[in-house]
Every structure is written in structure tokens, then in C-alpha cells.
């Protein structure tokens, strides 16, 4: 059978149908507590909401057909990481993106990992003896450089390390890592997946099933669970993660396109434009684009007066929204220039976003 396409896993994803008489719609289960029974009756699907709930295993399922596995929700996309770091990252060290997300690197730190920093777009070539995970961000965030998953999960392998992809800005049908040889996807679902700027949630899928019990133990003994409501949102904002997408990256690809265009604007990074650098792996690995995309301007000053004069794009960290968001990412410590700016396109139409930032540059 031909697979289905990505509107139709979206909006059907995430469970059994439902009997006659049931919701199709069910709400979030809020009960921290479930009926136990008497001693000799059968254990029931849940009996306390740290260690779980059926309001979770409908989003898990849905994230899980889309990735390729089995997937554990977590109560953010840090959550996810520190799950990934406590359970597979003991007896060696950890490889992470120089580049990548800059709390991951915080938290290793924090935990007293002994950590290897590779840039993204050298990862394929890191030295691999005594690493235990290595933990690629591909795309990576801010920078939109891209490596190659296949061939670090090759040479990870053959040294006895497990590989882990932050797959945030690619979201499950951008890539599909565990198709590339990644025994663990982590993402922060905050962003497109949930996709309206109401939730922060994370999750972890692994195709291998005893590390995915490694992962549902470290949530329960760890405590970062998800609310049922926010997963709940998530599951509804996923049911349009096909059509939001479509729109952003035609965004993206027409702002990165008139953005080079721009006197003011240097170094405009889309992995989708033909010529990027990071196009043919990204086109090689990636099933479709997203609506990140970066640039620069001459410093602070200038972005300020750009977010100053635009109607449409806020002054927002996050991405993946229905609203345009711009992003300083020196502000937060990244190692890049002043005035570089990670740009999340949203669902406005294309014209009038387009109009309104070259407007606001001029
Ligand atoms: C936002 C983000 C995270 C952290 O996710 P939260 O949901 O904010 O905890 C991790 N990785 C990447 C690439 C991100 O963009």
C-alpha cells in the first residue's frame, strides 16, 4: 500500500477509532488518580498520573506513526533532553553541537558530562572512541547548518555510541531520523508541532524498545511530565502541522528570496534555496522544508529598527507559530554576530508579509 500523505496521518494520527456513542473529540483526562479496584482484579491501564495517562498515549501514538517508533512525552522539550542525557549518556562522553541549542550544552555541563563540542557542519567527521551519545541538532538552531544523520550514525555505531537528533526546527514530517539510522529522536514540541504559541511540551521516540522503558522510567522517576491540557492542545495543533508547514516555508522560501536581495541584509540561510550550503544534504535527508530561516543585520540598532517598523513580525523567541516571529540570538549568549536574526515565518499570506519586512527594512 502507497503511504498515506502527511494531511491525512495529521489529522488522523493518535488512536483507535472511536465505538458508537463516543466522542470524536474526546477532552483531556485531568485525573491525577485512577480507580485501583480490590486486591485480585486485573491492574488497569493507569493508576496515578505521574506515571501515566490516556491523554498521552493518544498524542504519543500519533507523534510515534510519524517518526517511526515509540514515543515518551515529556512536560517540555529540556525535559526531553535531560531524559535523553540521564539515561543514555552515562560511560563515555557526549558529543553535542557547538552550535545547537544552547541549554543543552548547559545542562550537560550541569550534570557533570564529560562533553566532546563539534560544530553541526563538521559532526560527520568528530572523533568517535570513548563517546557514549552523541546528540546532533540537524537543522541546528540558530545557525540552520545541517550534517549528514546517516553518515554519523554509521561511524557512532561502529564505535558503540547511540546518535540522538534534535529534530525541533525539521518537526516529524520534515525528517524522520530513526529512518536514518538515529536511535533516538528528541524534540521540543513547543514549537511548530504544537504550532500556536499555548504549550511547552517535549517528547523522545525510540524504535528500540528497552530504551524506550529507559525513557518512560526516567519520566516517572524524574517527574517532568506533560499536563494532560497541554498535550491535548498539542494534539489538536498537530492535526494541522501539514497545512501550517506548507504555508511557512512558502514564507520563508520568498522572504529568504527577497531578503538577498536587500542592501541591509547579509548572510540569509534557508536550507530549501537551492544554492544554501546546506541544501543537498538537507535535501537528501529532510522530506520537506519549514519556515525557519536567518539572517543578518548591521547590529543590534539596526534589528531593533527593523522589529520597530514591521506590522507583522513580533519580537519573539519560540518559532513554529501562526504569527512571524524574530529572534536576536545574541541576546541569549549565542556565539554569533549581533545582528543576526533567526526568523520564524508564519501563516500570514505571503505578499503581505513579504511587503511588510521589506518595508520595515527600508
Ligand atoms: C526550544 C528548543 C529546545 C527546548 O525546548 P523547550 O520546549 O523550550 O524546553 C530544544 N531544542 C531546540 C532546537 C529548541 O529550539
Not at 85 to 111: F, H, I, N, T
Not at 153 to 178: C, F, M
Not at 228 to 241: D, K, N, S
Not at 252 to 263: C, F, I, M, V
Request: proline share 6%.
Amino acid at each position: 500500500m502507497t503511504e498515506l500523505g502527511d494531511g491525512t496521518r495529521c489529522v488522523h494520527g493518535g488512536g483507535p477509532a472511536p465505538g458508537v456513542g463516543e466522542p470524536l473529540h474526546p477532552g483531556p483526562v485531568l485525573s491525577s488518580t485512577f480507580e485501583l479496584g480490590l486486591p485480585g482484579d486485573p491492574a488497569g491501564a493507569d493508576f496515578y498520573g505521574r506515571a501515566g495517562n490516556p491523554t498521552w498515549r493518544v498524542l504519543e501514538s500519533a507523534i510515534g506513526g510519524l517518526e517511526g517508533g515509540d514515543c515518551t512525552l515529556f512536560a517540555s522539550g529540556m525535559a526531553a533532553t535531560a531524559a535523553v542525557l540521564l539515561s543514555c549518556a552515562r560511560g563515555g562522553e557526549v558529543v553535542l553541537p557547538s552550535d545547537g541549542y544552547y541549554l543543552a550544552r548547559a545542562l550537560a555541563a550541569d550534570l557533570g558530562l564529560p562533553v566532546r563540542l563539534v560544530p553541526t557542519t563538521l559532526a560527520a567527521e568528530a572523533p568517535m572512541h570513548d563517546v557514549a551519545l552523541v546528540l546532533l541538532e540537524t537543522p541546528s538552531n540558530p545557525g540552520l547548518d545541517v550534517c549528514d544523520i546517516v553518515v554519523v550514525a554509521a561511524r557512532a555505531h561502529a564505535a558503540g555510541a547511540l546518535v540522538a537528533v534534535d529534530n525541533t526546527t525539521a518537526t516529524p514530517l520534515g525528517q524522520r531520523p530513526l529512518e536514518l539510522g538515529a536511535d533516538l529522536v528528541v524534540a521540543s514540541d513547543t514549537k511548530a508541532l504544537a504550532g500556536h504559541g499555548d504549550v511547552v511540551l517535549g517528547h523522545v521516540t525510540t524504535a528500540d524498545p528497552a530504551l524506550a522503558a529507559r525513557l518512560r522510567d526516567t519520566r516517572t522517576r524524574g517527574g517532568a511530565v506533560p499536563g494532560p491540557m497541554e498535550v491535548w492542545l498539542a494534539h489538536r495543533g498537530l492535526g494541522t502541522l501539514d497545512l501550517r508547514l506548507e504555508r511557512q516555508a512558502a514564507n520563508a522560501r520568498a522572504l529568504a528570496t527577497a531578503l538577498r536581495g536587500h542592501p541591509a541584509v547579509r548572510d540569509v540561510r534557508w536550507p530549501g534555496l537551492a544554492d544554501d550550503p546546506a541544501h543537498a544534504v538537507a535535501a537528501r535527508q529532510m522530506r520537506r522544508w519549514n519556515g525557519v530561516l536567518r539572517f543578518t543585520l548591521r547590529d543590534p540598532a539596526a534589528v531593533g529598527a527593523f522589529l520597530a517598523a514591521s506590522r507583522f513580525v513580533e519580537s519573539a523567541t519560540s518559532f513554529g507559530g501562526l504569527r512571524t516571529s524574530a529572534d536576536r540570538r545574541e541576546r541569549w549568549g549565542d556565539d554569533v554576530a549581533s545582528g543576526l536574526v533567526r526568523l520564524s515565518a508564519g501563516c500570514e499570506d505571503t505578499a503581505d508579509l513579504v511587503e511588510d519586512v521589506l518595508a520595515a527594512l527600508d
